[in-house]
């Protein structure tokens, strides 16, 4: 049998060459610098930057891809992803809460949760 017209060995080539880590090829890190970075952006996104697990699965994008690929960074990939996803459902559930409910939800306990009334409050309109 020709090797040539065998499906499998493209797929096999393709997962002995996994590409590169980062989304500008050839030009980006090297692995071992890739996982630095990756381990990196992973640890301080919890310090409340979680827009560095956004950027880091943004930059890393071609480990999402492939599973197999590169499984030292994935860990850290797919768990900034994870963290992501969990930060921004926390906080659109969080806005959703107060743009839905508003005065409903909340009863008159409301005029003390919003900030739009602030300079009313402590008089520095000068309109009252």
Do not use: Q
């Not at 768990?79 to 559930?93: D, N, P, Y």
């Amino acid at each position: 049998m020709e090797t040539g017209n065998n499906p499998n060995s493209s797929s096999a080539t393709a997962m002995s060459n996994p590409g590169w880590p980062t989304i500008d090829g050839p030009l980006g890190l090297s692995e071992e610098d890739s996982v630095a970075y990756a381990r990196r952006f992973f640890r301080f996104g919890f310090c409340l930057l979680p827009w560095l697990w956004a950027l880091n699965c943004f930059y890393f994008w071609p480990v999402l891809l492939r599973s197999r690929s590169f499984p030292r960074l994935r860990p850290y990939v797919v768990g900034s992803a994870a963290g992501f996803t969990v930060f921004t459902i926390l906080l659109s559930s969080w806005a959703l809460t107060f743009i839905i409910g508003g005065k409903h939800l909340f009863g008159h306990v409301w005029d003390e949760l919003v900030m739009y009334n602030v300079a009313d409050k402590l008089g520095l309109t000068g309109w009252s």
